[in-house]
């Protein structure tokens, strides 16, 4: 796994998704479960953030919560700075297709459409013009690699090259925020890696936020911040493998600085040296000039 160092985010910056006693209940009939328990949590822009925890935990409904696909019963959620609450739907609509991208583990790419007809499709439903719609569609498939697929329909790509397709759909409106719920459930372990791979890089070099469901480490190991969730609460909210990376190599990088030698140690040497060999020299004269005279 390769990562960049990513600037410290400051602590003045507003986050970019602010969660504030959220809550969502499920009924059906006389049962009731409470999916999501006055959850908490913000994200600043540019994290890469994992959700894990068992299945049935909340995760998935924390973030189609998030997200505004789906509604919660109490609480305040805010987007950029924006309430969910009191968008509209239609609003709410307009927004997501224009400030988020979503990535499925079942793909839900049309099979009858090529590659760079199903990433152009959310742009031409917006009323994006077609042919800027096709251009920002093959520019984000060779974000990803598939510049030379572009024509491909879906039956003629592997399971990783599809779920780059499905990256690339998500970036075509240049989102604010991508969200992804088990984004490589369907794949091995060497796509897996070329996948978040991909978004791991999406995420340093674009600045891009990541919020990823998934209920394996093999996935969170690539992320900033792991918040782990039981029962519809956040238990757990902590560094990620790649964030303690970088930490690490901050920390090296401060240390190897403190301990590299200034100007005046590094020259001291030469004027130890210069001062030796001139005294040496003095001495040999001297003891020259004694023979001559004794001579």
């Known amino acids: 796994m390769s990562v960049h160092l ?6 003045f910056d507003q986050p970019i998704i602010q969660a504030e006693q959220v809550v969502k209940t499920y009924r059906t009939g006389h049962i009731e479960v409470q999916a999501l328990r006055q959850v908490n949590l913000s994200i600043q822009k540019g994290e890469m953030v994992a959700i894990m925890g ?15 696909l789906d509604d919660f019963d109490a609480g305040e959620v805010q987007i950029e700075g924006q309430s969910l609450r009191r968008m509209g739907d239609r609003r709410r609509t307009t927004y997501r297709a224009q400030r ?27 009323g994006t013009a077609p042919g800027k719609a096709r251009k920002q569609s093959l520019e984000a498939l060779e974000q990803v ?7 491909h329909r879906p039956a003629e790509l592997s399971g990783g090259q599809r779920q780059r397709v499905t990256i690339a759909r998500a970036l075509v409106n240049d989102p604010a925020i991508i969200w992804a ?4 459930g369907n794949l091995d372990s060497k796509t897996t890696a070329d996948i978040l791979s991909i978004m791991r890089q999406l995420n340093q070099e674009q600045e891009r936020t990541f919020v990823i469901v998934t209920h394996t480490t093999e996935v969170s190991d690539w992320c900033d911040r792991i918040i782990t969730m039981s029962d ?7 560094k990620g493998m790649a964030a303690q990376f970088e930490q690490a190599e901050r920390r090296r990088e401060r240390e ?16 130890a040296s210069t001062d030796m060999i001139n005294d040496v020299t003095t001495d040999v004269t001297a003891d020259a000039t004694a023979n001559v005279q004794e001579g």
């Open 232 to 238: 519809g609460e956040v238990v757990d909210d902590g």
């Open 6 to 11: 990513n600037p410290e985010p400051s602590p």
């Open 181 to 184: 719920d088990e984004p490589t």
């Open 54 to 68: 068992p299945s049935g935990c909340g995760k998935t409904t924390l973030l189609n919560c998030l997200s505004g």
């Open 100 to 126: 988020m991208g979503f990535i499925f583990q079942t793909f839900n790419l049309l099979p009858v459409l090529s590659a760079v007809e199903n990433v152009e499709l959310p742009l031409l439903v917006s």
């Open 256 to 271: 190897t600085a403190s301990a590299a030698p200034t100007n005046a140690q590094i020259e001291s040497p030469v004027h």
């Open 145 to 151: 690699g598939l510049g030379d697929r572009s024509t």
